[in-house]
């Protein structure tokens, strides 16, 4: 179908739906408000979810409200789901977990899986055909997917692109949305730290460190096994792969070649934590709970709950509060959590955690608050300083200083 002839359609539609549809919300919501907005993006909405009653009221958002039973959500995944325990699993978790807290109906939710996020073609076939199905809202989940959904947003504004990670967005139909992750890395850390005997703790790194989004989340991991372990190093290998399973092993098993005893994570399979239970050494995971693929090796995993930023963010368009702000939530919202402490973990390990955790909860500190050093001798925070939201997704390209390249 021609691009503008569907674009008329499309806008015609939402206009018939305004006219003719109800606009009630769903009964329960249990999305928390979001938090600072990155870089430079408008203020999130800090208010709760908009009640039965308020849907009813005049629409303070960009677009109309669209009836719930009219809605279809369009999810695009870098592999599939079924794959158990990964990023895109736990994306797509949170939104089965959307879906449920709504009372949307399976049909409602279309999938596109297995979606290169290095062929801009696979992306645009797939965001378009969740048009051509009817999709208002599309949350596409890998960082790759960013200029495409750009591009796209811009020849379809009557239809809302999220884009998960990444920093582009244009205030209205397409934003971005990621979290304060770095402070379970923060907490992941300590476990690290104190388990470790050869002070030689290893990283899975999917991206070099001109992504900040990886090296920031190393950086704070390193920084939590610095905080109670000062004497040891965190060796990093990157596979240049968001999703690389044997190269996430070997990388592993490299790692642990090196004398690493404790392997840590940002990548998409469990096989960094599998690689550890075969060599007899312990892990750190991401993304779910790992725990339950090396239950040997796993002492804790940090994870998100990433329903807390999709229930928000479906629930403004039912009820037509969709303001184009981009979404930065933390461990206070909900979507940032760490899995419980494994029996492998050194006995004083949940003091630490719970006293770095309730720290971070005050709102008093954050992980990015200075003194921070690079591993080249710079100071990049000083002291008495935090870094800034758009320096922590953007501008982190400098490792801790007891973190050694491999």
Same mark, same amino acid.
């Given at each position: 179908m021609n691009k503008k002839i569907l674009a008329l359609l499309m806008a015609f539609a939402m206009i018939f739906a305004t006219a003719c549809g109800s606009s009630t919300a769903p009964a329960s919501s249990a999305a928390p408000a979001s938090s600072a907005a990155p870089a430079s993006s408008a203020p999130a909405d800090a208010s709760e979810p908009a009640s039965s009653e308020a849907a009813e009221a005049p629409a303070q958002g960009l677009y109309p409200p669209v009836a719930k039973e009219d809605l279809k959500v369009g999810v695009i995944h870098i592999t599939d789901p079924a794959e158990g325990s990964g990023y895109t699993y736990t994306h797509d978790q949170g939104i089965v977990g959307m879906q449920q807290k709504l009372g949307l109906s399976d049909d409602q939710i279309v999938r596109k899986n297995n979606v290169n996020d290095q062929d801009a073609s696979a992306i645009e076939t797939a965001i378009l055909e969740c048009?051509?199905?009817?999709?208002?809202?599309?949350?596409?989940?890998?960082?790759?997917?960013? +200029?495409?959904? *750009?591009?796209?947003?811009?020849?379809? %504004?009557? /239809?809302?692109?999220?884009?998960?990670?990444?920093?582009?967005?244009?205030?209205?139909?397409?934003? #971005?949305?990621?979290?304060?992750?770095?402070?379970?890395?923060?907490?992941?850390?300590?476990?690290?730290? @104190?388990?470790? $005997?050869?002070?030689?703790?290893?990283?899975?790194?999917?991206? #070099?460190?001109? #992504?900040? !989004?990886?090296?920031?989340?190393? =950086?704070?991991?390193?920084?939590? &096994?610095?905080? /109670?372990? %000062? +004497?040891? *190093? /965190?060796? &990093?290998? /990157?596979?240049?792969?968001?999703? +690389?399973? !044997?190269? *996430? $092993?070997?990388?592993?098993?490299?790692?642990?070649?090196?004398?690493? =005893? &404790?392997?840590?994570?940002?990548? +998409?399979? %469990? #096989?960094?934590? @599998?690689a550890a239970e075969e060599k007899g050494v312990w892990a750190v995971g991401y993304n779910s709970d790992m725990s339950k693929d090396a239950p040997k090796a796993v002492l804790t995993s940090t994870m998100w709950d990433w329903s807390a930023y999709y229930t928000k963010a479906v629930e403004d368009v039912i009820n037509g509060t969709w303001d184009g702000s981009n979404y930065f939530g933390g461990m206070a919202d909900g979507l940032v959590t760490m899995a419980p402490l494994s029996d492998l973990c050194e006995e004083g390990t949940q003091e630490k955690v719970d006293e770095a955790e309730a720290k971070i909860l005050s709102g008093e500190w954050d992980v990015f608050t200075g003194p921070i050093e690079d591993n080249e001798g710079n100071v990049v925070c000083a002291e008495g300083e935090k870094l800034s939201d758009a320096d922590i997704t953007g501008g982190i390209h400098w490792y801790y200083k007891n973190v050694v390249l491999k």
């Open positions: 048009i051509e199905e009817g999709c208002q809202v599309i949350f596409a989940t890998s960082w790759g997917y960013m +200029d495409t959904c *750009e591009a796209i947003a811009a020849e379809y %504004p009557e /239809v809302i692109i999220s884009h998960g990670t990444g920093y582009k967005s244009n205030g209205a139909n397409f934003n #971005n949305y990621f979290g304060r992750i770095y402070q379970s890395r923060y907490l992941t850390g300590i476990a690290a730290g @104190l388990k470790t $005997k050869t002070n030689k703790i290893g990283y899975v790194a999917a991206q #070099n460190k001109e #992504n900040a !989004e990886v090296t920031g989340g190393c =950086d704070a991991f390193a920084m939590g &096994v610095a905080s /109670v372990n %000062p +004497d040891a *190093e /965190v060796y &990093v290998k /990157v596979t240049g792969s968001w999703f +690389d399973p !044997e190269g *996430e $092993k070997q990388a592993a098993e490299a790692l642990i070649a090196e004398g690493c =005893d &404790v392997i840590g994570q940002h990548c +998409d399979t %469990p #096989n960094p934590a @599998l």
